[in-house]
T-cell receptor
Framework: EDKVVQSPLSLVVHEGDTVTLNCSYEVTNFRSLLWYKQEKKAPTFLFMLTSSGIEKKSGRLSSILDKKELFSILNITATQTGDSAVYLCAVDDTNAGKSTFGDGTTLTVKP | GAGVSQSPSNKVTEKGKDVELRCDPISGHTALYWYRQSLGQGLEFLIYFQGNSAPDKSGLPSDRFSAERTGGSVSTLTIQRTQQEDSAVYLC????????????FGPGTRLTVT
């Protein structure tokens, strides 16, 4: 059974700090790994990673995948209060057609 | 429409009643997904459709849950004889096709079974 584990479960930082969120996975036939940000209800897409070692970057957010060690990290630099959210990691299985999500990391950024 | 829409946004029902949740995906998206999210938990996959067919129903928690999709567009998730443990937010997502970049999520339906 496919499995995704995120750590830490929750994190509290102050504005300006840099944070690293972790995602490890076990999947039979890996297709891709995705990061989402969930502020209230609907998760919104951040990154899709398919190849090892290639950093994806969007503003203060960046992410990288290690397919050998089966994990990904999401970095947020110079955090702002608007970064407060649940960050979800998901992996897609080539054959199963579904995404398996982790339980998320709840990030709280204090002013 | 511009995004994925779901209705109702909130539903309170008594234990034992049947409920229907509706999802309107983004026009042209062939893949549609249903997830369930309990408080403080991640997303639990329920079912996905490619067109009108559902190749993978393995995530449906019990035979009280069923889903259909007609015309390659609107989908309905039906829960029969609801139980209190069915209380959760039910999220629908669509994508251009299975495995194509990201899934676009709807705002969800919050179901409360009393």
């Amino acid at each position: 059974e496919d499995k995704v584990v995120q750590s830490p479960l929750s994190l509290v930082v102050h504005e300006g700090d840099t944070v690293t969120l972790n995602c490890s996975y076990e999947v039979t036939n890996f297709r891709s790994l995705l990061w989402y940000k969930q502020e209230k209800k609907a998760p919104t897409f951040l990154f899709m990673l398919t190849s090892s070692g290639i950093e994806k970057k969007s503003g203060r957010l960046s992410s990288i995948l290690d397919k050998k060690e089966l994990f990904s990290i999401l970095n947020i630099t110079a955090t702002q209060t608007g970064d407060s959210a649940v960050y979800l990691c998901a992996v897609d299985d080539t054959n199963a057609g579904k995404s398996t999500f982790g339980d998320g990391t709840t990030l709280t950024v204090k002013p | 429409g511009a995004g994925v829409s779901q209705s109702p946004s909130n539903k309170v029902t008594e234990k034992g009643k049947d409920v229907e949740l509706r999802c309107d995906p983004i026009s042209g998206h062939t893949a549609l997904y249903w997830y369930r999210q309990s408080l403080g938990q991640g997303l639990e996959f329920l079912i996905y459709f490619q067109g009108n067919s559902a190749p993978d129903k393995s995530g449906l928690p019990s035979d009280r849950f069923s889903a259909e999709r007609t015309g390659g567009s609107v989908s309905t998730l039906t829960i029969q004889r609801t139980q209190q443990e069915d209380s959760a937010v039910y999220l629908c997502a669509s994508s251009l096709r299975r495995g194509y970049r990201e899934q676009y999520f709807g705002p969800g339906t919050r179901l409360t079974v009393t």
